[in-house]
């Protein structure tokens, strides 16, 4: 493991120092936009930093998506060039597309898109009961719904900034970035804890803790089945093995080492065939002696947890065939109470799909007010099992713990 991730961040190095890449960047209010060349996330920084006037410290400014995805290094080299990215500086707040859409529909004459007695509840109601109207008003057409590929539904594809060419392909990288946002987040609380910088021991399980969780990841695909419908659960798959990789997206982390010269070149810029068939010997000796470690890649090599592989069973999307996802209710109760009237198709239509990104994640047992708080008493008291980091790990990402429901069934209270 510790030779893949070496040669990954030597390849991203690589590439990124050797081509140039345009991309457009903006602030957080949409309102001014400049293009920027770059061979780097730090470059691309520090670009549109002077290009925007933002003179905070690089380290404090984050890189989103249109969508609300939170940018590191390793996925910006997977970016397709002429994205839009979003600079946030601190204390700002980073408004979706779908944020924008709510604001939009306020200011326009809302009775060009559903009827007058609707639209006067939208523009006095609070937001879930808005979402809920716009919900009802969406076309129904199902005429499109099976179409998969960029050629046969360009309207569903209008507007994304991907090189996604399948609906199912698409949706199962917008999983896996929700996914990753939820592993960012975990990795912020424990590193800004007063255990992982007062308590040396404490900081070495933790940091075990978040090369496992990392690893761990990469293994599981990062969850991206749980929206892809190409993954539900019907005769068609039995013979599918969820996590081969030969089954898998190009932008699927499993990948990295079963890419072809001209896809990997594609994704990733500049092949260097050591990195992907592994160093040799006397370079891997090179490395040894005239590299420093950092902690993080210090952990990542001496990781005392191993690496599970899931059954296949276990890798089913959360959707039927056709992509209707139906809200799991709040999180205390066994279904929704609004029944079938919380139920949303974004394979039938770029709207619902918009409307999709307002759906969420929603833990039982909450991250940062319990999860987080555990690991961090587990390792300030040096018991922390590899059961215990697996059961955590468990609960932060996976549907052991995690519910999706409709904005309504959000449940942002204290959980007890």
Known sequence: MSIITGCFRRLTDASTRTELKGYKVTDVNRTRKFGVACRSLQELKRKACAKLNVT???AEVNVFLLDGSLIDEEYFSTL?????????KPGEKVLTDADLLYDTLRRVNIDFLTAADKASKFLTEHLKTKVAILNNALNKDDSKTAFSSREEHPEWFRGLETNCTTKEAYMHRRCQDRIRNYLYKTIDQIKSSETFAKDPRARKQLLYAIAFFKMQLKEDHYFGHYFDRSRAKIESLENVDENDSAVCYDHCPCRLDTLDGSTYFRLFGTMNQSCVDGPRK????????TETKSEEE???DSCPYSVRRNERVSCVAMCDHKGEFKCCGVWNAEKCSYGERHRINPYRSREELILFSTWNFDHKIERSRTLIPLLLKLTSQGIASETDILDIYDNLFTMKNLRLVHIVCHDKGSHK
């Open 56 to 58: 905070n410290d690089l």
């Open 80 to 88: 397709e060039p002429q994205s839009t990215l979003i600079i946030q």
């Open 282 to 289: 006397k370079d891997t000796d090179k490395i040894s002696k």
């Open 298 to 300: 210090d952990a990542e």
